[in-house]
């Protein structure tokens, strides 16, 4: 594959008009190819190479299913039911598919209980325990396994809400006005009423009806 941006045919005419007038022979222009024919040339060389582009692009073998998911994997945690839904669009074989998806849970590349954590490791700083349970049930990774981290966000979802509340506000609201924009706020996030009201101070049960 040529480095440079003409053919052989141009070089080669372009050394012998170089040659030419550093002889001080004829006048150069006199053996230069007619426009026409140079632009010819070089439209014809473009085509030639645009096709054998093409050519090889067809060339280029279809990444496999398998190498597809495994992309995936490789760039985050994914649950079943979400790699399930992304291959989807490359294969219309269910059987192959879920096949697939049995292997890699078997091999280790694939797994709820991961996916499972992952989100919560992302989301437990600034959620609580509503949205995160939420948005597991969301991806179907299993009731049991919902349950365990539900137990275990909810150890500490005073503590978590706390500092959600800290950051936002940090200070207790003097109005009941104030003190329910800051209970939509944390509800908005996922905190339960009970949370709420053990931040703000005895307002568990008066703002229900507020959101």
Do not use: C
């Amino acid at each position: 594959m040529h480095h440079h941006d003409f053919d052989d045919d141009e070089s080669f005419d372009a050394h012998d008009l170089a040659r030419t007038a550093a002889q001080g022979g004829k006048d150069a222009s006199e053996d230069a190819p007619p426009e026409a024919d140079r632009y010819e040339r070089s439209s014809a060389t473009r085509a030639a190479r645009k096709a054998a582009s093409a050519s090889t692009s067809r060339q280029r073998p279809e990444r496999s299913l398998k190498g597809r998911a495994l992309g995936y994997l490789s760039r985050r945690e994914y649950s079943r039911a979400e790699l399930s839904r992304k291959l989807m669009t490359y294969t219309e074989d269910a059987d192959q598919l879920e096949a697939l998806l049995d292997a890699l849970e078997r091999d280790g590349w694939l797994s709820d209980a991961r996916f499972a954590e992952s989100v919560v490791y992302r989301r437990a700083s600034r959620l609580g325990a509503g949205r995160i349970v939420s948005e597991l049930k969301r991806h179907a990774v299993g009731e049991a396994l919902i349950e365990e981290l539900n137990s275990q966000l909810r150890e500490t979802e005073l503590t978590r809400a706390r500092a959600v509340w800290q950051k936002k506000y940090g200070t207790l609201p003097e109005t009941p006005a104030e003190r329910a924009r800051q209970a939509r706020f944390l509800a908005a996030r996922g905190f339960s009423m009970s949370i709420i009201g053990k931040i703000l101070k005895g307002i568990e049960d008066s703002f229900e009806g507020d959101f």
